[in-house]
């Protein structure tokens, strides 16, 4: 079970992002992820008609270190790391190590 998911709100606590808050959009990989509106470049884009595309500088989101992140408390609106806890009834669920609240509520 992975500490961090996608949809999940996040704050950067590391780089040149630091401080910014956005959504999960997907994970990359076990250690990368992408965050709406965090470590956005300028690409180059040709167009292609096949696809529809047009041509011209876009702006995208890449991918950044799951280590820079941190999982964002509406409690406390602040960071906070997280926690697993297994319920009664067998379910392990993700909790908030500064509280101890449930994530998913």
Known sequence: MEK???GDDVIVTAGKDKGKRGTV???VDAGH?????VNRVKKHQ???PMKGLTGG????????DVSNVALYNPQTKKADRVGFKLMEDGRK????KSNGEMVDA
Do not use: A, T, W
Not at 93 to 96: D, K, N, Q
């Open 46 to 48: 040709r167009p292609n």
């Open 4 to 6: 961090i998911r996608k």
């Open 33 to 37: 992820l992408v965050v709406e509106g």
């Open 57 to 64: 500088i876009v702006d995208k989101d890449m991918p950044i």
């Open 93 to 96: 669920v993700r909790v908030f």
């Open 25 to 27: 959009l997907r994970i």
